[in-house]
């Protein structure tokens, strides 16, 4: 997490994120944004796994919006970023950014919305945010 | 394409398209929705292959947005809708739905909308979609 | 399944399927060898699903082996077919092809074994193929 | 590269890589196993893309085989191992290995051997792999 409170997660293209348009497939920049979060809910000291095991709950996806701006390309490095918009009850809205990083300049090839809820591992119903997550998520405006 | 101008493809879900969630993978819906917009096109007698040898024209995806309302799972048999919502001159407004059927039963999972926008190949830049190609399209509304 | 006690499963070749190198990705024969595995079962009235929750157990991949002939490309159909090669007591060894269809001609692009294991859902442990299901499967070798 | 001539490379396992059999799906190991060749080209100084564009030749996969172990799940961090076998005029054979480490403990998940061969971009045909690529190849055997 640096200053701006803005958490960047580093992703390569390779061949299996690539289509025969010679560029990422689009579906795929979902998958970059997933790793992101991911990572980022790894950086507060929650991994995935532990969250469904332990705790019982998951994050899932409600809603996702993404723009395309420019193509990723085979072997770009891009730089992942996440920011939480909004953090209300039981669900959040993260910001989420694809970069292409060529040295020293920064190209934004995609960039999108998605509204993740916090559900029950049993119920797969809406449930409150875990009050030690919640504050970690405030601290991570 | 039947009597209201809705293009129907038939998916079933694999465990490719499953996480560890034991739900398909949030990512996989824009797969679902890409094969029913190829199967709709080829259906108005254009393969993207061929779009792509012959006319030298891709359709490339802008925007993409979705929200998901019941978790598809393994062994589903999954109805994706297709219906063009705006024609525009160089691209499209395509509304997508994934839908669960279970005997009499259709269950909405999902829907979204989809911007494709007509690019040449050469260039990667926005053109016109051909003539021959919008009149199919219109008449598909 | 036809008089010589082969399945065959049509796969169609969508952007997901391939990479910018203008084919099939190398390790998506193994997701179309899946499909045609499961539609096999099906065809004998096993859902994997089914085979999950109500039998508790899974057929998991032991080993996996594939050779290429001929690259795949967007908007091929193709033609999967599935053989039982050997049928043991927890283990099952199946032979895999991958052919392309155009109009009367077929060409085949790759083909592999595959040795599935029948696992415990519990313990993740081999153990045996049920009687049911072993006599279909005999059945179809 | 390390001393015995091992190159690996860390893959983390994300919920894209899973199903919902709980563990990483069998024809993803073939994608961690092409992110591991990739970057041990590009530790020798090749990148897949620069090959593709200047030099103008692919590797692909002519055969691939694996054997499963152990199975991988949501988080787990795994080692990537890339050894080249047997280097011949126009194709190498390559061992790979996917390892979990937890730790100071390393489990053997899957082990596998891949052979690729050099081909023209243009004709798709075999090639010899220039001399400059092959001493470098050779360096690392």
Same mark, same amino acid.
């Given at each position: 997490m640096n200053s701006d409170n803005k958490f960047n997660w580093p992703v390569r293209v390779y061949y299996e994120d690539t289509d025969a348009g010679g560029i990422v497939f689009y579906a795929n920049y979902l998958?970059?944004?997933? @790793?992101?979060r991911t990572e980022w809910?790894?950086?507060l000291g929650y991994s995935q796994h532990a969250l469904l095991d332990t705790v019982g709950i998951l994050f899932v996806v409600k809603k996702a919006a993404i723009e395309y701006f420019a193509p990723a390309k085979l072997?770009?490095?891009l730089k992942l970023v996440v920011v939480v918009e909004r953090l209300g009850g039981a669900s959040m809205q993260i910001r989420q950014e694809?970069? @292409?990083i060529e040295g020293e300049q920064a190209t934004l090839l995609a960039d999108g919305m998605v509204t993740v809820?916090?559900?029950?591992?049993?119920?797969?119903?809406?449930?409150?945010?875990?009050d030690h997550i919640r504050s970690k998520l405030h601290g991570a405006q």
């Open positions: 998958k970059f944004f997933e @790793r992101a809910l790894r950086s072997d770009d490095e694809a970069w @292409r809820v916090c559900v029950s591992k049993e119920s797969f119903r809406p449930c409150q945010i875990p």
